[in-house]
């Protein structure tokens, strides 16, 4: 018995070791990962400018030795029913539309990954993108390139919506006319794609209509005829045509010049068949039952402004005392503000200063003590200052009373003109002035400075500086005044 166990237990693993070099193992056949592969969206069809959405689930069971996995979207270029037997290394079949890795860790490696979601990938659907149908694939690798896995799958993608367009030069003609001014038909299309070939047709009815319902869908082949058949460019976006349709009764086809609606339609085909459709209406009449035609409304000319000077609205007669004041008791406007001043404040100020050189006058002459010179002098402040007085009260009134006889003997049509001429007629009296008073202060300067020592012509030289240099300073200031006041007055006005 001793002996016989130590051979029954030789003999087991003996069978053992047989058995499993015999069967193969159920888990080492089995791939470590699995892929599902799905649309994010539930159509299956797709239009040049539309997203595929796709999505990569993996799965894979405990005892993963690698760090990552790789994975890889790819899109076929070409059409087929059944997947394309080239392998997607060959660029002339497929796209590779996106490269990524999927990392693992330690937890994955133990327990394994379920439902892992990849990143998605997004296919767009170009307009150069062949019609018909495309395959999906994606595929599973470990680091070094062994493919573990792949799922495939197909969507279509189809043509989308055609935009077209159908327009006329007017709705109505006059076949009694009609030969010397044909209708222009312009039609346009704008392919989705340029991967098929699109053509489009030109039809107009043979029979003129009472009413505007649509034939064109209950049409029999003689209800419309050819005009036109194009072929659309694959390289061009938007082609557009024109035709030119003579509805006259010597045209080249007789239903043209039937009267009532004739109903034109373009039919718009991509590779043979129709995508879309537009129509449109021309009635043809006879000269007595045509609409009769609006005259177009000469526009009014619009009258030309007059220029700045003399204003048209006031005559000779309506001089500014005769005109109501701007300000109307109130400080509203820039002009009234100005008006304000320059006939309010103005005249208040010159009549202070002349009151003060009234009473700095009257103390002169009155402590003089028997000094004629000083008495003379306080004489005439007084009088200066009375004649300041006068001008602070009437300066507003001598410029318009100016104006008025300026009007009056020129011609000037209105107080505006007058005042315009008035304003050139003292700017050139200020310019003649200033040229004389600065030639006086030359000349002065000259006795001056060739007196050699003789004091009369030093003298008589220093007194003609001064009265050169106050000259030419009451000449400015009379200036500036006579500006303000005459645009004072033109605000007024």
């Not at 994606?138 to 077209?164: A, R």
């Amino acid at each position: 018995m001793k002996k016989f166990l130590p051979k029954l237990a030789l003999s087991l693993i003996a069978i053992s070791l047989s058995l499993t070099l015999l069967i193969p193992s159920k888990v080492s056949a089995e791939p470590v990962a699995q892929l599902g592969l799905s649309l994010l969206s539930s159509q299956t069809q797709f239009a040049p400018g539309d997203n595929v959405g796709i999505q990569a689930v993996l799965n894979a069971g405990p005892g993963v030795s690698y760090s990552s996995f790789k994975y890889y979207f790819y899109v076929t270029k070409i059409v087929s029913v059944d997947e394309p037997l080239q392998n997607v290394s060959d660029a002339t079949a497929w796209w590779k539309i996106k490269e990524s890795t999927y990392s693992i860790s330690s937890t994955d490696q133990s327990y394994g990954i379920g439902n892992a979601y990849l990143d998605p990938a997004t296919w767009l659907v170009s307009s150069t993108t062949t019609v018909g149908t495309h395959w999906i694939k994606v595929i599973l690798t470990s680091p070094d390139g062994t493919i573990i896995d792949s799922k495939s799958t197909s969507i279509d993608v189809v043509p989308g919506t055609v935009q077209s367009g159908l327009t006329l030069s007017r709705e109505e003609v006059n076949k009694a006319t009609q030969s010397a001014n044909p209708v222009q038909i312009t039609y346009s299309v704008t392919p989705p794609v340029t991967s098929i070939q699109y053509s489009a047709n030109l039809l107009i009815s043979t029979k003129g209509y009472a009413d505007k319902t649509d034939r064109y869908t209950n049409s029999v082949p003689d209800d419309f005829y050819l005009k036109e058949w194009k072929l659309f460019s694959k390289t061009v976006t938007k082609q557009t045509f024109t035709y030119k349709w003579n509805a006259a009764a010597t045209g080249v086809d007789p239903n043209d010049s039937v009267p009532g609606y004739h109903q034109i339609v373009l039919e718009v085909f991509a590779d043979g068949n129709i995508v879309g459709t537009k129509t449109g209406w021309i009635r043809v009449c006879n000269g007595s039952d045509c609409t009769p035609v609006t005259p177009t409304p000469t526009p009014t000319p619009t009258p030309t402004p007059t220029p700045s000077g003399d204003d048209p609205n006031l005559t000779g007669n309506q001089l500014a005392s005769e005109l109501p004041p701007t300000l109307n008791g109130n400080l509203k406007t820039y002009a009234g503000i100005k008006t304000f001043i320059i006939g309010h404040w103005f005249p208040i100020i010159l009549g202070i200063f002349a009151f003060f050189g009234i009473i700095m006058g009257g103390w002169m002459y009155i402590t003089s003590a028997g000094d004629p010179a000083k008495a003379d002098k306080g004489k005439k402040s007084l009088l200066y200052s009375i004649i300041g007085m006068i001008i602070a009260v009437g300066v507003t009134s001598v410029v318009k009373v100016s104006q008025s006889i300026i009007a009056r003997f020129s011609g000037a049509t209105s107080v505006a003109g007058a005042n315009s001429l008035f304003t050139r007629t003292t700017n050139l009296i200020a310019e003649i002035s200033g040229i004389l008073a600065f030639i006086y202060l030359v000349y002065s300067g000259i006795l001056y400075l060739s007196a050699a020592g003789n004091p009369d012509s030093a003298k008589k030289g220093l007194q003609g500086i001064i009265n050169a240099g106050i000259g030419i300073v009451i000449i400015v200031a009379a200036w500036a005044i006579i500006r303000a006041v005459t645009g004072t007055l033109a605000q007024t006005l």
